[in-house]
T-cell receptor, first 110, second 113 residues
Framework: GQNIDQPTEMTATEGAIVQINCTYQTSGFNGLFWYQQHAGEAPTFLSYNVLDGLEEKGRFSSFLSRSKGYSYLLLKELQMKDSASYLCAVTRGGSYIPTFGRGTSLIVHP | KAGVTQTPRYLIKTRGQQVTLSCSPISGHRSVSWYQQTPGQGLQFLFEYFSETQRNKGNFPGRFSGRQFSNSRSEMNVSTLELGDSALYLC????????????FGQGTRLTVV
């Protein structure tokens, strides 16, 4: 199977840090995407991790452990505009077809 | 540069009809992939076209088809529409393919009644 698991919903306070986890089955793994999708809008690319470790991009960081089938997206200094759905997607095999998780709805409150 | 453009934005069709959706990728991008997004199933891959050839296909019935033109614009067609085809259809373009950053269009919201 290609189950990708991420929490359905998370809430956090403005200015805080939140970590959104994503676990997946490791067979045939190529890489892992994180996308942000605001309600009624298109997904926008945040990161693509292929190698183990942490990649930082401004307030957002993404971590990958290939052997554990685990990734997280770390959002720092949360802002109200960060309220959105965060999608984890895994690519496998030679086709690189992405399989998406169901998304984590993040609610940032004052 | 201009983003990915999908037309139309909204569409209402009747069961049994067919529909064609259009996607214009970012200039220079040769890969166009299509996805269906529903509350129940999330985002699911339909197919990918690269340089006018279907390179990958997801697990959807043959009623779902697509094509890509020489200018990289792509269309997807759904025949014999069913109520369950109601969804947001998204296309994404990238320069090399699905293992690189993809840029999504705003989507076409299809409602089948």
């Amino acid at each position: 199977g290609q189950n990708i698991d991420q929490p359905t919903e998370m809430t956090a306070t403005e200015g805080a840090i939140v970590q959104i986890n994503c676990t997946y089955q490791t067979s045939g793994f190529n890489g892992l995407f994180w996308y942000q999708q605001h309600a009624g809008e298109a997904p926008t690319f945040l990161s693509y991790n292929v190698l183990d470790g942490l990649e930082e991009k401004g307030r957002f960081s993404s971590f990958l452990s290939r052997s554990k089938g685990y990734s997280y997206l770390l959002l720092k200094e949360l802002q109200m505009k960060d309220s959105a759905s965060y999608l984890c997607a895994v690519t496998r095999g030679g086709s690189y077809i992405p399989t998406f998780g169901r998304g984590t709805s993040l609610i940032v409150h004052p | 540069k201009a983003g990915v453009t999908q037309t139309p934005r909204y569409l209402i069709k009747t069961r049994g009809q067919q529909v064609t959706l259009s996607c214009s990728p970012i200039s220079g991008h040769r890969s166009v992939s299509w996805y269906q997004q529903t509350p129940g199933q999330g985002l699911q891959f339909l197919f990918e076209y690269f340089s006018e050839t279907q390179r990958n296909k997801g697990n959807f019935p043959g009623r779902f088809s697509g094509r890509q033109f020489s200018n990289s614009r792509s269309e997807m067609n759904v025949s014999t529409l069913e109520l369950g085809d109601s969804a947001l259809y998204l296309c994404a373009s990238s320069y090399r393919g699905m293992n690189t950053e993809a840029f999504f269009g705003q989507g076409t919201r299809l409602t089948v009644v």
